[in-house]
């Protein structure tokens, strides 16, 4: 059975940094590309980064400079560091873990919240 589970969101204040981690089980991580999505309430769900298998990254425009993905292998697990956190940051942070399109699985969600 596959598993994502995130962990690490919570309240942060503007401008602080906070580190969510998605640990997987059940699959053969080191082959899946994972990433990290948001959403909140009445939009749709944005990609934030993705990381490649062979370790190559992509960020969208909004957190790019701020974020990091990163991921190891020896642990099937990946994370999202976020700094100089902004209340527009603030969603429900999802890992996503990828073989090809029609073999995907979603974790359960952290949420993160940037308020002062």
């Known amino acids: 059975q596959v598993q994502l589970v995130e962990s690490g969101g919570g309240l942060v204040q503007p401008g602080g940094s906070l580190r969510v981690s998605c640990a997987t089980s059940g699959l053969a991580f080191s082959i899946y590309n994972m990433g990290w999505y948001r959403q909140v309430p009445g939009h749709q769900r944005d990609m934030v980064a993705v990381?490649?298998?062979?370790?190559?990254?992509n960020y969208a425009d909004s957190v790019r400079g701020r974020f990091t993905i990163s991921r190891d292998n020896a642990k099937n697990t990946v994370y999202l560091q976020m700094n100089s956190l902004k209340p527009e940051d603030t969603a429900v942070y999802y890992c996503?873990?990828?073989?090809?399109?029609?073999?995907?699985?979603w974790g359960q969600g952290t949420q993160v919240t940037v308020a002062s």
């Open positions: 990381i490649t298998s062979a370790g190559g990254t």
């Open positions: 996503h873990a990828q073989l090809m399109s029609s073999i995907h699985y």
